[in-house]
């Protein structure tokens, strides 16, 4: 059996979590959704770095976890380093998928689409300069798609058109060639996949992180044994709101059971 904490700003750290659990379903997850600060994409650097150090923090003291998995590019790109200085337990981060779509596209024309925050980073910009020289990227910063991930888990979907406009940007096709593949760099967006596959002005591969996070937290702690009982999910809202009904069936159907803290 291990513990583990995985965090993310909402909801959109569920797609990693669903991963982890696949590749380790004796694992005893507390999965926190740090609402009360969301969206941390519109957070200015040194406000979330403070925030997300001094919750994890907090955290690692009360369930002395085996790994914590910082389940948020917007959050990862900026604080895995002082998280790692600070604290002796694997610090597991998610980090745009740039190497992975470097690789994967043909016409070497790929878009990253992710928060202000992830786009605006430094990180980010030296992941390309070292994984996808020889290619050209658009970084696509979408100020809302979070929060319309949000609400389609909570089921308001926004309409098309919004959803359309928001990942129109990523679609280029100059100099004879067009973007093949798009990086979810932001974990709410997997939950709007099948929409945005469905709106695309053309067909591309949509990279996730998450089977990539899942693995990496294997090689940290192992397989597991075929023969440990299941283990538990617990989901925590740092603002302490109730989940909307259709929010809640999708917790319930993922075994997370609401934990207080
Ligand atoms: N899920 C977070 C990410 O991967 C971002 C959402 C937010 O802006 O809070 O970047």
């Known amino acids: 059996m291990i513990r583990l904490l995985v965090l993310d700003s ?29 969206p941390y994409g519109a957070l200015a650097d040194d406000a979330l770095v403070a ?21 948020c590019n917007t959050a990862s790109t900026l604080v895995l380093d002082p998280l790692r200085s600070r604290l002796p337990v694997p610090i597991v981060g998610t980090v745009p998928a740039i190497k992975p779509a470097a690789a994967a596209s043909q016409t070497k024309r790929f878009s990253v689409l992710a928060t202000p925050g992830t786009v605006a980073r430094d990180y980010t910009r030296a992941l390309i300069a070292s994984h996808a020289a020889g290619c050209d990227v658009a970084l696509v910063a979408a100020p809302m798609l979070a929060a319309h991930a949000e609400a389609e888990l909570a089921g308001a ?16 096709e100059r100099d004879g060639t067009r973007t093949d593949a798009v990086v979810l760099a932001c974990t709410h967006y997997p939950l709007l996949a099948e929409r945005f596959a469905r709106l695309a002005p053309w067909p591309v591969a949509w990279l996730d992180p998450a089977p990539a996070i899942a693995r990496r937290v294997v090689s940290l702690l192992g397989t597991g044994d075929a023969d440990t009982p299941a283990g538990t999910g617990a989901i925590r809202f740092t603002s302490g709101r109730a989940p909307a009904p259709s929010l809640a069936r999708a917790l319930a159907a993922r075994g997370l059971a609401r934990a207080d803290g």
Do not use: K, N, Q, S
Not at 11 to 25: H, Y
Not at 51 to 71: F, G, H, M, N, Y
Not at 157 to 172: H, K, N, R
């Open 10 to 38: 909402g909801v959109g750290g569920l797609t990693v979590l669903d991963e982890i659990r696949r590749a380790r379903p004796d694992a005893e997850v507390l999965y926190v959704a740090d609402d009360a600060w969301f």
């Open 51 to 71: 925030r997300v150090v001094d919750l994890v923090t907090a955290l690692c003291a009360e369930r002395r976890p085996d790994a914590v998995v910082i389940a």
């Open 157 to 172: 979907p926004v309409p098309d058109e919004a959803l359309a406009a928001a990942i129109a940007p990523c679609f280029v």
